[in-house]
């Protein structure tokens, strides 16, 4: 092996990967990922193939040899849909070429397939199982309605008791979406309710496409370059609202910080933290640079990310080129650096880029005050949350840089 490709090989990266690529057994009004079907001609049941999927797990484990633990997110689409014999056969894969490395194991769902033999299989292997819920039921299924049309609310709750009572882990990822965004504190009492420990909030902003995109028969997340063409695509009456988000996140900051520090965990807050004391974020949206996040569909395909999954982010197939190639590939390394070089100086001002670092690249299709393009969507939003929890993130940095539990901030409020 060259000198190059050690250093390559040695380098860390994450592949999310999507085995029955975008095909789910719900129809929910807000997902950008069922249009993906057009990219995959008429291959309407897609499923990973044997050798595609023992190529993966093989380079993926090679790739980070000598690194402490390695993990594996499956997502989709809708991943259980290839039965659980499928991620039986993962499990052992795994264990064939994992030579001593620990290797874990995440698992996106919209848990309406979750049975007692699923969640005890997952269970037993120690998956982190990520619930879809939006909310109490007429929060959830404002949009998260099954092929039908139908209520998803009552399959999801079920299948939450049923890892429960198996013992799998599992955390909740949560939609914040033009409705349920009016109603923070509903959702949020309502995870605790449904012993949910660690909340992930992910903003939808999604916009109708383009003439260019919608040639390709994708017409939502248009790339943000096919914007600067002239043509102006609409925000979708789904998508939240900046100020909204930003309203939605502080309700919530607000009662996490007087009463569930150290009990409840939410990703963005745990994430602000970190950039507070210094350790830079935990999440790609905040990271100075991206591109160490890819997507691996079930045709071998490897994407740029999960939201810039067009023919012009592909970096290539991996059953003709090592994922290493692709991962640390000029291509996907400028992809990472334009998020930092294309920032608008309205961002690079900014008293927050330390958290923000002009949030994620698909959202950044607005024009600062002064008309300059690369501003996000959600930045009216992300600037209200941030400047918000300023003096408490303040408080609790101190306490953990002094080897002080941040939970000790609840005692002065």
């Keep these: 092996m060259s000198t190059t490709t050690s250093k390559i090989a040695g380098r860390p990266f994450h592949i999310m990967t999507k085995p029955i690529g975008p095909v789910c057994n719900l129809d929910c009004t807000y997902c950008f990922y069922l249009e993906k079907s057009k990219l995959f001609g008429d291959d309407r049941s897609p499923r990973i193939s044997d050798d595609v999927l023992e190529s993966y797990v093989k380079q993926y484990i090679a790739a ?3 690194a402490p633990e390695l993990n594996f997110a499956w997502q989709g689409g809708e991943p259980t849909l290839m039965g659980v014999d499928f991620f039986r056969k993962v499990v052992a894969l795994q264990k064939k070429y994992a030579d001593g490395l620990r290797i874990t194991n995440a698992f996106q769902t919209n848990a309406t397939l979750l049975n007692d033999e699923w969640c005890a299989f997952l269970a037993a292997n120690e998956f982190l199982v990520g619930v879809s819920i939006d909310g109490p039921r007429e929060l959830h299924d404002a949009y998260r309605l099954d092929k039908r049309g139908q209520s998803t609310f009552d399959a999801v709750c079920a299948a939450v008791a049923r890892l429960r009572k198996h013992g799998a882990q599992f955390n909740t990822l949560t939609v914040v979406n033009r409705v349920n965004s009016q109603h923070p504190l509903k959702v949020y009492k309502f995870l605790k309710e449904l012993g949910s420990t660690f909340h992930q909030f992910i903003p939808i902003v999604e916009r109708v496409a383009n003439p260019q995109a919608a040639q390709l028969g994708l017409p939502l997340a248009t790339p943000p370059e096919l914007q600067a063409q002239g043509e102006q695509a609409v925000v979708t009456d789904w998508s939240v609202r900046s100020k909204d988000y930003g309203d939605f996140l502080v309700a919530i900051f607000d009662e996490w910080v007087r009463h569930d520090v150290g009990q409840i965990y939410v ?4 994430a602000t933290l970190a950039a507070w004391v210094g350790h830079g974020s935990t999440l790609c949206i905040y990271a100075e640079e991206c591109g160490n996040a890819m997507i691996l569909e079930h045709n071998g395909d490897v994407y740029s990310c999960d939201h810039f999954v067009y023919p012009q982010y592909k970096l290539g197939n991996l059953r003709d080129q090592p994922l290493t190639t692709m ?18 100086r309205y961002c690079r001002e900014c008293e927050f880029l330390f958290a923000c670092n002009g949030e994620c690249p698909k959202h950044r299709f607005m024009h600062t005050p002064s008309g300059e393009p690369g501003l996000s969507y959600l930045c009216v939003g992300l600037k209200r949350y941030f400047a918000h929890v300023a003096p408490h993130m303040d408080a609790m940095a101190k306490l953990v840089q002094a080897g002080r539990p941040a939970a000790e901030i609840m005692k002065k409020k």
Aim: net charge positive; glycine share 8%; no cysteine.
């Design 64 to 66: 980070h040899r000598g």
């Design 327 to 344: 991962a640390w590939s000029e291509q996907q390394q400028k992809f990472g650096r334009d998020k930092k070089t294309l920032l608008p």
């Design 267 to 270: 990703q963005l807050f745990d």
